[in-house]
T-cell receptor, first 117, second 111 residues
Framework: AQTVTQSQPEMSVQEAETVTLSCTYD???????LFWYKQPPSRQMILVIR????KQQNATENRFSVNFQKAAKSFSLKISDSQLGDTAMYFC??????????????WGAGTKLIIKP | DSGVTQTPKHLITATGQRVTLRCSPR?????VYWYQQSLDQGLQFLIQ???????AKGNILERFSAQQFPDLHSELNLSSLELGDSALYFC??????????FGPGTRLTVL
């Protein structure tokens, strides 16, 4: 069974610093999808970034980028120039190749990120 | 705004009661997902529907049931409510294997 592990329950950094959140997963699949979601204090779930396993290039969205290491089954999220608005819970999620329209995500437990002024 | 709507926003009820949560997916999305998030906890996947049919099932209690209607909106029914059912219930929708877009959630309080 696939599992997703986020080993850092909580992290805090100063504003404008760079922070990296770790995520590892376990799967025997070759093609799959990985996601990072953030949940700010408003509790709204917001997609941060998405990566397809068949793509070697790491996904980037403005200040957010990933380090995808397929062989190591690692999918870390780097936030550059962190801002107070980045304070949130961050969840890593895994989707195996869809079969019969089953698009279920396997979720990590989350990392609470606090950006200090 | 994700395009996913959920009603009601808040719901307060008593133990033993039954409630229905409603979700309208983004236009064109055939998949609907239901999640439960207790206070300061992660997401617990409950169930997924695709174009009206159940496609995946997670840790959904027998007291809970869901369905997706021909117009693609979905309802989550929670019955014989217990104090421990108090949580934030999210609905999400997606287009095939792409990212899931989440609604604002329904906060259920069972007294």
């Amino acid at each position: 069974a696939q599992t997703v592990t986020q080993s850092q329950p909580e992290m805090s950094v100063q504003e404008a610093e760079t922070v990296t959140l770790s995520c590892t997963y376990d799967t025997s699949e070759n093609n799959y999808y990985l996601f990072w979601y953030k949940q700010p204090p408003s509790r709204q779930m917001i997609l941060v970034i998405r990566q397809e396993a068949y793509k070697q290039q790491n996904a980037t969205e403005n200040r957010f980028s990933v380090n995808f290491q397929k062989a190591a089954k690692s999918f870390s999220l780097k936030i550059s120039d962190s801002q107070l608005g980045d304070t949130a819970m961050y969840f890593c999620a895994f989707m195996k190749p869809p079969l019969d329209s089953n698009y279920q995500l396997i979720w990590g437990a989350g990392t609470k990120l606090i950006i200090k002024p | 705004d994700s395009g996913v709507t959920q009603t009601p926003k808040h719901l307060i009820t008593a133990t033993g009661q039954r409630v229905t949560l409603r979700c309208s997916p983004r236009s064109g999305d055939l998949s609907v997902y239901w999640y439960q998030q207790s206070l300061d906890q992660g997401l617990q996947f409950l169930i997924q529907y695709y174009n009206g049919e159940e496609r995946a099932k997670g840790n959904i209690l027998e007291r809970f049931s869901a369905q997706q209607f021909p117009d693609l909106h979905s309802e989550l029914n929670l019955s014989s409510l217990e104090l421990g059912d108090s949580a934030l219930y999210f609905c999400a929708s997606s287009e095939r294997h792409n990212e899931q877009f989440f609604g604002p959630g329904t906060r259920l309080t069972v007294l």
